[in-house]
């Protein structure tokens, strides 16, 4: 890799079966594979021999779904990315946990342990939790509205950057013949009192050795545009074609900007659904099993929920309703439902057409093709002002991931745009990131 290009950051956003949501019912696949360790662990060292900057879990305090038609739970990630980082070395390990439905003292303590014990290799996606069940587990009528749940994960934020810096690294001297363990004006107290927390700190675990896990958020809506400019350090984000990806791109960078940071410390990692074949013809049939495969009714209750309604407002042989169309404010996931109305509109898709496109990757860039033309895809968007990296989204565990490493990794590599070995050993020198400065250290 030639020092000083520009290189491409991979992430496996790994899901139970794969990413489309008929993957449990191929006849190799493991439906139990959501709490199988092995398939976790046989995907994560996948993952790592291909030399991924990192891996991915999702998460959301509650069922997915009914569980009718797709597996609808999953093991909690934080406990699951413990038991992962035994079982590799390098990856870094990311998960998703909510700002909405935990308080900064614990989870600030969790993620450190986890960066502590995997040797620096955590990371946070920040999710405000966008779903009325999840509210429902929490002794909530509703969700908190979307500004609100934005504003909260503001303090949060705050409060656990300060948490994570109260416990300064060296504080620690553990002098035996004195009998002095730490010197307590290296551990602050935050005294801190906001709207939402007051917390007190300092935090009971030692700065971790990231100083942050690296900072990740998923929300492309203004206020999470805003939220990612002063936070974030990875944005997942989801995109149906290169033109509206390259139009976040940039203005995500001019955000960043203009909140004061370096656009270059933002990577913004756009997902891609790849189904690949040896011929275009191979890969197309390839993605007509999987689609013969969906049920409509989980589509069309999957729509439903984004657009907080009930599936009776769809017919399936008609365009969208109009009182969709009109874009009613939802507190909601409010860049998904934009997403899935642009593409409707754009491509005058009638509900059944939309919920077969939204099946393999909800929404995330689809792609059908041949090693080569999948390769070809990710430069043009890399090269193109759309994406430092990609969330690849195979839409069938482990096999599709296999395929991306087998057959299009050799490609990136040939044209040095992606590692042939790690460099670093920590998640933030995988995406090229400084440990941040602590802000108890003057
Ligand atoms: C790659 C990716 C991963 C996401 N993972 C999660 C997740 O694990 N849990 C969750 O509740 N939301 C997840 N989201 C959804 C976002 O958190 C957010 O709700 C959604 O993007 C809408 O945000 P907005 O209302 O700010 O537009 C993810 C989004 C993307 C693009």
Redesign the pocket.
């Known amino acids: 890799m030639s020092a000083g290009r520009r290189r491409l950051h991979l992430n496996a ?1 790994l899901m139970e079966a794969g990413h489309h949501e008929a993957a449990w019912r191929l006849p190799h696949s493991n439906p139990r594979a959501d709490f199988d360790l092995r398939h976790w662990i046989e995907l994560a060292q996948l993952a790592e021999s291909a030399k991924f900057d990192s891996l991915f879990l ?3 305090p509650a069922l997915i779904g009914t569980g009718e038609f797709r597996p609808p739970g999953q093991l909690e990630p934080l406990t699951l990315l413990t038991a992962l980082s035994q079982a590799t070395s390098r990856i870094g390990l990311i998960a ?1 946990v ?1 700002s909405t439905y935990n308080e900064p003292y614990n989870l600030a303590r969790r993620l450190a342990s986890v960066d502590h014990v995997s040797g620096g290799r955590a990371g946070w ?1 920040i ?5 009325a069940d999840e509210a429902a587990n929490f002794g909530l009528d509703d969700r908190p509205g ?1 500004a609100e749940r934005y504003a909260r994960a503001d303090e949060f934020l705050k409060v656990a950057k300060a948490l994570w810096d109260s416990w300064e690294s060296e504080a620690v001297v553990a002098d035996k013949a004195a009998g002095r363990y730490a010197d307590p004006a290296r551990l602050h107290g935050l005294g801190h009192e906001g709207r939402y927390f007051k917390v007190a700190g300092p935090l009971n675990v030692e700065r971790p050795p990231q100083g942050y896990p690296l900072l990740v958020q ?4 203004e ?2 545009k805003d939220f990612a400019a002063r936070h974030a350090e990875a944005i ?3 995109h149906t074609t290169y033109e509206r990806a390259a139009g976040f791109y940039a203005d995500i960078k001019a955000r960043t900007r203009a909140a004061g940071r370096d656009p270059d410390g933002v990577i913004v990692l756009p ?1 891609i659904v790849p189904y690949i074949g040896s011929t275009e013809e191979e890969a197309r049939a390839l993605a007509r099993r999987f689609d013969e495969l969906r049920v409509p009714q989980y589509g069309l209750r999957q729509l439903a929920a984004v657009f907080e309604t009930e599936p009776s407002a769809f017919a399936l042989d008609q365009l969208l309703p109009e009182s969709i169309l009109a874009r009613p404010k939802l507190e909601g ?4 439902s934009d997403l899935i109305i642009d593409l409707a509109v754009r491509e005058q898709l009638t509900v059944r057409q939309i919920i077969s496109r939204l099946g393999g990757g909800r929404g995330h860039f689809e792609f059908v093709g041949t090693p080569e033309q999948v390769a070809d895809t990710i430069i043009a968007w890399f090269e193109g002002g759309a994406a430092d990296g990609f ?1 690849i989204m195979a839409p069938a565990l482990p096999s599709g991931l296999a395929a991306f490493v087998e057959h299009v990794l050799p490609i990136l590599r040939g044209k040095g745009l992606f590692r042939e070995e790690y460099e670093g050993t920590t998640l933030r020198e995988h995406y090229g990131l400084p440990v941040p400065a602590n802000q108890f250290r003057g």
């Open positions: 956003f999702a998460d959301g998703t909510s996606n999710v405000t939790s966008a779903g979307h998923a929300g492309s809506s206020d999470g997942f984000t989801a997902g996931s409010q860049s998904r969330n």
